[in-house]
C-alpha cells in the first residue's frame, strides 16, 4: 500500500522559506508512470496547486506561485521536497503532498498534511 | 489558465437524499475531470475521475457525468457518512485547478 507522508517545521518566520519533505514509502518514486505533486489548503479555504515533479527532475508549476517555488527529487532517499520562499502570512496552510499518474489522471495518492503556520 | 465554478457552495440534505453538485470549467476538457471528498482534517479522497469512472472502493452511489465544460456529481441516496466537502479539479492541463468546493451539511 502507498504511503505518503510530510514533515517539515510547522512554524516559519515570515520573509523567510518553507521547506517540507514528502516520503514514500510502498512504492518508488522512480516509477516511469507518475508525478508527484504538493497542494495546499489555507484554513477553512479551497486547495491550490502548487506544483509536480517526475523522478527525472521534469517540474510544472503554478504560475502564480512560480517565482517562489522549488520542488526537487530525491531518488535515493524515495523522497521529493517543497520549497517556498519569502512567505507572508498568506501562506498559512495545510500543505499536502500527492501521486498522479502521467497521463490526465487526478490524484490518487494523498499525504495526510502538514500544517504550516508563517508567524513571526 | 483554466477556472473551476461549483455550484451551490453549499447544499443541506437529509439521509436518503438525492444530491447533485455541478462544475463548470471556462474552456474545454474534455472528460478529464475528477471529483473528490474532504472530511474535516482529513485529506481529500478521490471518488470519481475521467468524469464518469468510480474510483476502487468508492460506493456505487456515486456518479459523475459530463464532458467539455460541464460536469455533474451525484450522490443517489445520501448516507451520513457521506457528509462533507467536494471538490472538482480538472486534470486535462497544467496548472491543475480545483473547484472552490461544495459543502454537504445535515438538514
New interface residues.
Given amino acids: 500500500q502507498l504511503q505518503l507522508q510530510e514533515s517539515g517545521p510547522g512554524l516559519v518566520k515570515p520573509s523567510e522559506t518553507l521547506s517540507l519533505t514528502c516520503t514514500v514509502s510502498g512504492g518508488s518514486i522512480s516509477s516511469s508512470s507518475y508525478y508527484w505533486?504538493w497542494i495546499r489548503q489555507p484554513p477553512g479555504k479551497?486547495?491550490?496547486?502548487i506544483g509536480?515533479i517526475f523522478y527525472s527532475g521534469s517540474t510544472?508549476?503554478?504560475?502564480?506561485l512560480k517565482s517562489r517555488v522549488t520542488i526537487s527529487v530525491d531518488t535515493s532517499k524515495n523522497q521529493f521536497s517543497l520549497n517556498l520562499s519569502s512567505v507572508t502570512a498568506a501562506d498559512t496552510a495545510v500543505y499536502?503532498c500527492?501521486r498522479?499518474p502521467l497521463s490526465?489522471?487526478?490524484?490518487?495518492y494523498?499525504?495526510?498534511?502538514a500544517l504550516v503556520t508563517v508567524s513571526s | 489558465d483554466i477556472q473551476m465554478t461549483q455550484s451551490p457552495s453549499s447544499v443541506s440534505a437529509s439521509v436518503g437524499d438525492r444530491v447533485t453538485i455541478t462544475c463548470r470549467a471556462s474552456r474545454g476538457i474534455s472528460s478529464w475531470l475528477a471529483w473528490y471528498q474532504q472530511k474535516p482534517g482529513k485529506a481529500p479522497k478521490l471518488l470519481i475521475y475521467a468524469a464518469s469512472s468510480l474510483q476502487s472502493g468508492v460506493p456505487s452511489r456515486f456518479s459523475g457525468s459530463g464532458s467539455g465544460t460541464d460536469f455533474t456529481l451525484t450522490i443517489s441516496s445520501l448516507q451520513p457518512e457521506d457528509f462533507a466537502t467536494y471538490y472538482c479539479q480538472q486534470a486535462n492541463i497544467f496548472p491543475r485547478t480545483f473547484g472552490q468546493g461544495t459543502k454537504v451539511e445535515i438538514k
Fill in positions: 505533486g479551497g486547495l491550490e496547486w509536480s510544472y508549476y503554478n504560475p502564480s499536502y500527492a498522479h490526465t489522471r487526478p490524484f490518487d494523498w499525504g495526510q498534511g
